[in-house]
């Protein structure tokens, strides 16, 4: 009887571990079984903060997890970047961020601490942001053709806003200048909402700025819009032209991406590319990037980094044209 009651023990024990031990690994195995982050190396409200929002809300909803946004500024994106590093490299921890911090700050900034080849996986290029050419209604012209004929009449006596120094609409109109051999005079301003009013008071001629930031005064008559510096036409404004139609290749349009720790274990990237690809198809989220002056791309991790790639090095040209020393 003892030994019958023994063996009756063990078949139990045994035949527990048999159903245990699949579910037991299929836990083990499910991604992702927890929140997720989305690092941001920016304050709340910029470009990249809001894209990595309207994209984690419907990620979180997709993977029946939360995706949380955590603001990291600070350091030209080394705090970011530091955060991404110190985070298990396990597939629950993402950079959202602008391409600027692998193009532009390199180049500017001496010694960063963070390599975009050493230290980041591209997994999906999540969306783009058109800038926009726009002349105050005061100038002569109507069309790109026009302005850059009027320029080349008047070498000198034209001036232009930026957002600053270094910005993407300082160096859009640095690569244009230089690849049309124009003289135009750079007005630095913080941003644009220093720059965009300035261009409506007429104190400047002419600048780059995203959608939102001149559609009123585009309804309003005070502004006109030329082009767009992204490489193809944007379904905010199809009627307006790009620069690309007259300059091959003109593309500086900012591009808004997310990026993984190397050493992320590929299954995780490509289950996340694969997801923001089609989150980028849904026609509220269309929409709602639209309304932000952002055209949705969701596209994976090899166009991704030749996406970066390129900007990296149409950038560098713009940097040296504009006679901007790394500091």
Do not use: W
Not at 29 to 37: A, F, I, R, S
Not at 63 to 82: E, H, K, M, T
Not at 167 to 173: A, E
């Amino acid at each position: 009887m003892k030994q019958r009651r023994i063996l009756l023990l063990a078949t139990a024990v045994l035949t527990a571990c048999t159903f245990a031990l699949p579910m037991l690994a299929r836990a083990q195995g499910t991604y992702p079984n927890k929140p997720l982050k989305f690092i941001v190396p920016y304050s709340a409200g910029g470009l990249p903060d809001t894209v990595a929002r309207i994209f984690a809300q419907r990620l979180g909803d997709k993977l029946g997890q939360s995706v949380v946004v955590d603001n990291r500024p600070g350091a030209n994106g080394v705090v970011a970047a530091q955060a991404l590093a110190s985070s298990p490299k396990d597939g629950y921890s993402f950079l959202v961020t602008d391409g600027s911090m692998f193009s532009i700050n390199p180049a500017i900034y001496k010694n960063l601490g963070y390599d975009y080849k050493k230290d980041f996986m591209p997994v999906s290029l999540a969306a783009r942001a058109p800038l926009y050419l726009a002349v105050n209604p005061k100038v002569p012209v109507n069309t790109l053709q026009e302005f850059i004929a009027l320029a080349k009449s008047r070498p000198g006596t034209l001036n232009y806003g930026s957002s600053g120094i270094g910005s993407t609409h300082h160096l859009t109109m640095e690569a244009m200048k230089a690849s049309l051999g124009l003289d135009i005079t750079h007005v630095p301003f913080k941003g644009t909402g220093q720059s965009v009013p300035a261009l409506i008071g007429g104190q400047v001629e002419v600048l780059f700025s995203a959608l939102p930031s001149l559609a009123g005064f585009v309804k309003s008559g005070q502004v006109k819009l030329l082009a767009s510096n992204a490489a193809q036409r944007s379904s905010q404004a199809p009627t307006v032209p790009v620069i690309a139609e007259i300059i091959p290749g003109f593309d500086f349009a900012p591009i808004i991406g997310v990026l993984a720790s190397t050493g992320t274990p590929t299954s995780a990237i490509e289950r996340i590319s694969a997801e923001i690809a089609a989150i980028a198809k849904m026609p509220e989220v269309i929409q709602t990037l639209n309304n932000a002056g952002i055209d949705p791309i969701g596209s994976g991790p090899v166009d991704y980094n030749k996406a970066i790639l390129g900007e990296n090095e149409r950038l560098a040209k713009a940097i040296t044209a504009a006679g901007i020393k790394s500091e």
